[in-house]
């Protein structure tokens, strides 16, 4: 009976939200005002990934709805736990750099911490246009793949070698990197040689300006 009772209120405060504006529909999060607005998917079985995301958020974020499913979610396409919606954009997992280029790229500036505004600054021209960034080493064979990827399909980047340039080094450290090469599209973090998500992000913003840092 219990269960049953607080299914029903969560299922009762969920559809309240919605019908208040403080939740979007299944395009994204957004607040009455079409504002974006974050939402956070968890699960009772969750545990610490769904512990280390809202804490993370409350970092973050002055305020977030958290909805918890006992099954997957179509109207949000929720199929993993947790899962994060700002906007049209979403994170899924307990990725907190992942999820923090998510939040910087939605709701700007205010979302990231004063080392990361003062890194990610430079992942930006003067007209706010997302630039390629890699940190690698030059003995990294992955590094030398994403370099020769961007030189075949003509993409400016700006390569920062992390052992020669004790700024880049800085900044590596700033974005908390575990690996080589490190790649950002403007806010969007990616880990190691990746093609086929560098690509469509490039695509995607390559001429869209994203939120500014200035």
């Known amino acids: 009976m219990k269960r049953i009772l607080l299914l029903a209120l969560l299922a009762g405060g969920a559809f309240y939200a919605y019908k208040t504006g403080r939740l979007g529909g299944g395009d994204g999060a957004f607040d009455k005002d079409g504002k974006p607005a974050v939402m956070l998917f968890t699960s009772a079985e969750c545990g610490d990934p769904c512990d280390k995301i809202r804490a993370e958020l409350k970092k973050r974020v002055a305020s977030f709805d958290e909805v918890i499913l006992t099954e997957p979610n179509s109207k949000y396409r929720v199929n993993a736990m947790p899962t994060v919606i700002a906007g049209k954009q979403r994170s899924v997992g307990d990725d907190v750099h992942k999820l923090a280029g998510m939040l910087g ?110």
């Open 105 to 214: 790229e939605v709701l700007g500036k205010d979302a990231l911490t004063r080392r990361e505004r003062i890194v990610l600054a430079n992942h930006f021209d003067e007209q706010d246009k997302p630039k390629v960034v890699l940190y690698g080493t030059k003995w990294c064979g992955y590094c030398k793949a994403q370099r020769e990827l961007f030189e075949e399909k003509k993409i400016p980047f700006e390569d920062v070698d992390v052992e020669a340039s004790e700024a880049g080094l800085m900044a590596y450290n700033a974005l908390e990197g575990s690996g080589y090469p490190l790649t950002y599209v403007g806010y969007r973090r990616f880990g190691g040689f990746n093609e086929s998500e560098i690509l469509a992000a490039v695509k995607e913003l390559g001429d869209k300006p994203q939120a500014g840092l200035r």
